[in-house]
C-alpha cells in the first residue's frame, strides 16, 4: 500500500459523458501528479500540481481539467468521453518537486470503461 | 525531450535463471532515472532509482540496475528469477528543474516459466 488512495476503483459511463476521478495523496506529500495508462499510448504524464497550483502540463486534452484543493485532494475531470478515453489513470505523490530524484508513490488507478 | 526506450515487450526466464531487463534513454541533461513493477491489477511501485552517486543501484526483491552514460542505458538485472517476479516493468526518467514528470519506456512483461 503506497497511502496513495484513489476512487473510483472502476468507473463505466458512455460516450459524451463527464467524470470526475478523485486522488488522496500521502500524508505530507505535497504534489500531485496525474497519468493515463492505455494500451496504444502506454504510461502518459497529464498534468501536476504543487500545493494547489498548476506546476507542469503533459498531453492532456482540453477536455480534461484537474485541480488540487487545500485539503491537497486532486481531482481529475474528463468531459465529452470518447471510446478512446478508456484507459487507467493513475494518481501519484510526491513530497514536493525540485528534490533530486524524489520518488511519487502512486495509486491503484482508476479503470474508466467509455461505452 | 527526454525519452525511454525498453528493448522487448516481453521477455521469458525459467524459473532460477537471470533476469535481464533493457533500458536505453535519451537526455540533454543528467537525468534521474527510475525502474518501477506493475503487477496485475495493481499500481506502479518503485523498485529503484538513480540519482547520483554510486552508479550501480540495488532495490527491492533483489534487483539491481547500473547506470551506465556512455552507453546511455540503466539495464534491470536480477540474479535468480522467482515466480514472484512474473509483472509488468516499466523504466522511466525524470528531468532536471523544479518539475519532476515522469517519462516511461513502453514496459516490458517478464514471465517466469517453472
Known amino acids: 500500500d503506497s497511502g496513495v488512495t484513489q476512487t473510483p476503483k472502476h468507473l463505466i459511463t458512455a460516450t459524451g459523458q463527464r467524470v470526475t476521478l478523485r486522488c488522496s495523496p500521502r500524508s505530507g506529500d505535497l504534489s500531485v501528479y496525474w497519468y493515463q495508462q492505455s494500451l496504444d499510448q502506454g504510461l502518459q504524464f497529464l498534468i501536476q500540481y504543487y500545493n494547489g497550483e498548476e506546476r507542469a502540463k503533459g498531453n492532456i486534452l482540453e477536455r480534461f481539467s484537474a485541480q488540487q484543493f487545500p485539503d491537497l485532494h486532486s481531482e481529475l475531470n474528463l468531459s465529452s468521453l470518447e471510446l478512446g478515453d478508456s484507459a487507467l489513470y493513475f494518481c501519484?505523490?510526491?513530497?514536493?518537486?525540485?528534490?533530486?530524484?524524489?520518488?511519487?508513490?502512486f495509486g491503484p488507478g482508476t479503470r474508466l470503461l467509455v461505452l | 525531450a527526454q525519452s525511454v526506450t525498453q528493448l522487448g515487450s516481453h521477455v521469458s526466464v525459467s524459473e532460477g535463471a537471470l533476469v535481464l531487463l533493457r533500458c536505453n534513454y535519451s537526455?540533454?541533461?543528467?537525468?534521474?532515472l527510475f525502474w518501477y513493477v506493475q503487477y496485475p491489477n495493481q499500481g506502479l511501485q518503485l523498485l529503484l532509482k538513480y540519482t547520483t552517486g554510486a552508479t550501480l543501484v540495488k532495490g527491492i526483491n533483489g534487483f539491481e540496475a547500473e547506470f551506465k552514460k556512455s552507453e546511455t542505458s540503466f539495464h534491470l538485472t536480477k540474479p535468480s528469477a522467482h515466480m514472484s517476479d512474473a509483472a509488468e516493468y516499466f523504466c522511466?526518467?525524470?528531468?532536471?528543474?523544479?518539475?519532476?514528470?515522469?517519462?516511461f519506456g513502453s514496459g516490458t512483461q517478464l514471465t517466469v516459466l517453472p
Open positions: 537526455s540533454s541533461v543528467p537525468p534521474y
Open positions: 501519484a505523490s510526491s513530497v514536493r518537486p525540485g528534490l533530486a530524484g524524489e520518488t511519487q508513490y
Open positions: 522511466a526518467v525524470s528531468p532536471s528543474g523544479s518539475a519532476r514528470q515522469l517519462t
